[in-house]
């Protein structure tokens, strides 16, 4: 048809441009929600994407074979398999499990146009100069939610004895010979630099020591793994992390942890929608301190060690005082889904954002939808309104798209959801797991 692709810059009439913005928009897959559906049913929660990526960049040290079970299928772990392969790796999938043979890795660069695939692939720096001693990337540059620094991560590797060269958006980096025990305390417990700290430890000389680490679930699930592969990394429930690093590491056997950000976020969506659903494979340690936040918002919550069942009857609560904060507190990648549910909430919730400087920028779009949201700095004041209503929107990021289906998913008529490919990264069969409890929602091809 005459208006599908035509150059939007060559055209002068601004009409003729926004038809085909229109059009253009179409060209990606967009989700079709006709909110109003209660949920019920059972749902079998996805592995971590998370806790998936950095052990697939861990493989890169293993001088073997390993399996890794529960491994979604996300576009996140398509890249980081991209980056393996090009690393000299062999990569098998069946299903939910990878094969990963790291027994020949041959390079230490990971180009650009891999890098710039996922953002989160900083977690490749460790474990390629863990390996080969010496690691050469591109900058991983910000993204939609914030600049995402990486000092920490570089301030770390120099005191392991790391010569770093930061120049033109490369990152260079070169292990010296000598190795020395390190202690590293770190500033902000930033799971990212616990994550690089850890795997340019795990191999060679000497002991490290971080001060202030992450305490993720994903950390733990990480060092499990290496040491399934024969290295040494103790956790203590305060944020230290000992590595004492060894020769060589061997291959494994891994399952990768449920994934606690999905779970939440089906969470949200059943306490938006009522209904009655049950979450299995899950590790409900993981959100312990998150829990409260669903009863108090008015939701029955019934839990044991790998499945939770909520049920919800009721408009729900305004939620007073949301404050995202390093684990164990409540998660930062929770706020948007948890925003959605604020949004038809009784009463006005109060959400500090204290991690990322970029992360409302699902504001916008629920407000098209009808909220009433105000921004203060990194503050969100949500006044709960009686419903929602459909319309055409886009997902801002990952978790932002994310929770623009759990507004839809109870908004009065259609809504459409466009730029699918940030719920892609993390969110395995999304749509298909919430039409299995009841949403009437479908996923329409693009062009
Ligand atoms: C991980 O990102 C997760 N990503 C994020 O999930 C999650 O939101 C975040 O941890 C916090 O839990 C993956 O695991 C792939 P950080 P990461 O380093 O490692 C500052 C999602 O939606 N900082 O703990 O990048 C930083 O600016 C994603 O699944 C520095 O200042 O998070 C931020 O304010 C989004 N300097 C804070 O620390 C540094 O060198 C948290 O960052 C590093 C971080």
Redesign the pocket.
């Known amino acids: 048809m005459l208006l599908s692709g035509f150059p939007l810059f060559f055209h002068k009439n601004p009409v003729f441009c926004i038809i085909c913005v229109e059009r253009r928009d179409f060209m990606d897959d967009t989700i079709i929600i006709r909110g109003g559906n209660r949920l019920e049913g059972v749902i079998d929660l996805q592995g971590s994407?998370?806790s998936s990526?950095?052990i697939l960049a861990a493989t890169v040290l293993v001088d073997g074979i390993s399996v890794i079970h529960n491994c979604p299928e996300l576009s996140d772990v398509g890249a980081a398999i991209k980056i393996l392969e090009h690393l000299g790796c062999k990569v098998k999938r069946d299903g939910n499990d990878l094969t990963v043979d790291s027994r020949f890795v041959n390079a230490c660069s990971i180009p650009d146009s891999l890098m710039r695939e996922m953002r989160?692939s900083i977690?490749f720096l460790g474990s390629v100069l863990g390996r080969t001693g010496q690691a050469r990337l591109s900058s991983p540059g910000g993204c939609e939610?914030?600049?995402?620094?990486?000092?920490?991560?570089i301030s770390s590797l120099r005191a392991m004895g790391v010569s770093v060269d930061e120049s033109r958006g490369c990152i260079s980096c070169k292990k010296e010979k000598t190795h020395k025990d390190t202690v590293i305390s770190l500033t902000?417990?930033?799971?990212?630099?616990t994550?690089n700290i850890i795997l340019a430890a795990a191999l060679g000389k000497g002991r490290t020591v971080i001060l202030n680490a992450?305490r993720?679930p994903?950390i733990k699930d990480l060092a499990d793994f290496l040491c399934g592969c024969g290295c040494k990394v103790e956790l203590t429930g305060h944020g230290t992390v000992t590595v004492d690093a060894v020769e060589r590491a061997h291959g494994t056997v891994h399952r990768v942890i449920p994934d606690r950000?999905a779970a939440l976020t089906y969470l949200s969506a059943v306490a938006v929608t009522g209904g009655d659903v049950l979450i299995k494979n899950t590790d409900t340690s993981h959100y312990q301190t998150v829990l409260p936040f669903f009863e108090r918002a008015g939701c029955d919550i019934t839990d044991s060690v790998d499945r939770v069942r909520i049920k919800m009857n009721r408009r729900p609560l305004a939620l007073r005082d949301i404050r995202t904060m390093?684990?164990p507190g409540f998660?930062?990648?929770a706020q948007a889904t948890m925003m959605a549910t604020a949004c038809v909430a009784r009463g006005t919730s109060v959400i500090v954002e204290n991690?990322?400087?970029g992360r409302f920028k699902h504001v916008g779009e629920l407000v098209r939808m009808g909220a009433k949201i105000k921004l203060e700095g990194k503050v969100a004041i949500v006044d709960g309104v009686e419903a929602l209503y459909g319309t055409r929107v886009a997902c801002p990021d990952?978790?932002g798209g994310a929770a623009l289906v759990v507004a839809g998913l109870c908004a009065k008529g259609v809504t459409q959801i466009g730029t699918l490919s940030h719920i892609d990264r993390?969110y395995e069969k999304l749509e298909q797991c919430l039409k299995n409890i009841g949403a009437d929602i479908e996923r329409c091809k693009g062009k």
């Open positions: 994407k998370n990526l950095p989160s977690v939610i914030g600049l995402r620094p990486i000092d920490l991560h902000f417990p930033s799971v990212g630099a994550e992450a993720e994903e950000i390093p684990y998660p930062t990648d991690i990322f400087e990952l978790r993390g």
